[in-house]
C-alpha cells in the first residue's frame, strides 16, 4: 500500500479542479482558528471538530466553507495559504495546476476583490519550494509548455517547476454585477497568470442563467469557461450548459447516458 502510494505520488501529474479555500491544510486552518478562538471571535471548541470530520454532506462542505471564509480571508492569510498550496500540489509532482478562487470583498478590513486577488498572486510569488510559472505565454507549436525540473544556476541546485494558472469564481449567491465584477478583474489580471472564469458555489442556490451575460462577455473577450455541472439531479440545467460549450465542467456526478455523450462529442473535459 505505502509503495503503490509512492508510485502514485511520483507520477506526474495534471490538477484542473483545485479550490484554493478547498485545498488549505488542516493544520494552517486549525492555526488560524485558533488564533482567532484566541481573539474571542469564534469558539474554537466548536470549530475544531468540524474542521476535523472526514465525511460531510453537501450542505455540511458549503457550512465549512463559510466558516472556512471567516478564519481565512484576511490578506496576509490568503497569501500564506496560496503559497502552501502551490507548495503542497507541487510535492506531490502536480506539474499542472488550474487553481481557482473567488475573489472577495471585505470592507471591514478594507479587501477589495482586486485586492484579495493581489493577495493570491503575491503567494505565488512567495513560493520558493518549486519553481511556479504563472505568466502567460503563447501556448501553440513550436511553443508548447516546458515540463520539468529547472535548475538552479545560483546554487547549483534542481528545482521543481510547476504551472499555475488561476481562474476567477463566481459563486452562485452572488449577482449579476458581482458575477461582471469578477470578469472585468480576470480581463485586468491576465498579465499575471489569470486564464479563465469558473461557476462554482452550492449548486441548489440560485440560477446559472444569473451568470450568463457575464459568461458570454468573458469568452468573447477571450477567457475560458469552466462550469461545475451536475453536481445535483438538475437536468435542465446540465444540458444548458453542456450545450454552452464551456472548456471545462466539474462534477458531472448525476450525468445521464445522453449528458455524457454530448460531453464526449463536445470534447469537452470532466
Ligand atoms: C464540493 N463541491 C463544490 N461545488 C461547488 N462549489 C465548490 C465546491 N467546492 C468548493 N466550491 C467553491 O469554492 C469555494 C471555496 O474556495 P474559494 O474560496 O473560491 O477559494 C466555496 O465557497 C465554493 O464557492
Redo the contacts with the bound molecule.
Keep these: 500500500m505505502e509503495r503503490e502510494m509512492e508510485w502514485w505520488i511520483s507520477m506526474p501529474k495534471v490538477e484542473l479542479h483545485a479550490?484554493?479555500?478547498?485545498s488549505i491544510r488542516d493544520s494552517t486552518l486549525l492555526e488560524f482558528a485558533k488564533a482567532l478562538g484566541e481573539k474571542g471571535v469564534i469558539l474554537f471548541s466548536d470549530v475544531e471538530h468540524v474542521i476535523r470530520k472526514n465525511d460531510r454532506s453537501l450542505n455540511e462542505?458549503f457550512k465549512l466553507?463559510d466558516l472556512i471564509?471567516i478564519i481565512t480571508t484576511d490578506h496576509t492569510k490568503v497569501t500564506r495559504i496560496t503559497k502552501e498550496v502551490v507548495e503542497d500540489f507541487a510535492s506531490e509532482n502536480v506539474i499542472y495546476l488550474e487553481l481557482?478562487?473567488?475573489p472577495k470583498r471585505n470592507d471591514s478590513i478594507g479587501m477589495s476583490k482586486r485586492s484579495y486577488m493581489e493577495a493570491v498572486v503575491k503567494g505565488l510569488r512567495a513560493v520558493d519550494a518549486v519553481d511556479v510559472n504563472f505568466a502567460p505565454h503563447y501556448l501553440g507549436e513550436g511553443n508548447p509548455l516546458k515540463f520539468g525540473p529547472v535548475s538552479d544556476i545560483c546554487n547549483g541546485t534542481t528545482k521543481r517547476k510547476i504551472f499555475v494558472r488561476l481562474l476567477l469564481?463566481i459563486?452562485r449567491r452572488e449577482t449579476t454585477a458581482d458575477a461582471m465584477e469578477t470578469v472585468k478583474l480576470a480581463l485586468e489580471m491576465r498579465d499575471q497568470g489569470v486564464v479563465g472564469i469558473d461557476l462554482?458555489?452550492n449548486?441548489t442556490v440560485g440560477d446559472w442563467m444569473t451568470f450568463l451575460p457575464a459568461l458570454k462577455f468573458a469568452r468573447e473577450q477571450g477567457l475560458s469557461i469552466t462550469l461545475?455541472c451536475g453536481?445535483v439531479p438538475n437536468p435542465k440545467e446540465i444540458q444548458a450548459m453542456l450545450e454552452f460549450l464551456p472548456e471545462r465542467v466539474g462534477?458531472a456526478c448525476f450525468f445521464k447516458e445522453d449528458h455524457w455523450e454530448n460531453a464526449k462529442s463536445s470534447k469537452i473535459p470532466v
Design positions: 479550490h484554493l479555500n478547498g462542505v466553507f471564509h481557482r478562487t473567488t469564481s459563486d462554482s458555489g449548486p461545475h453536481e462534477h
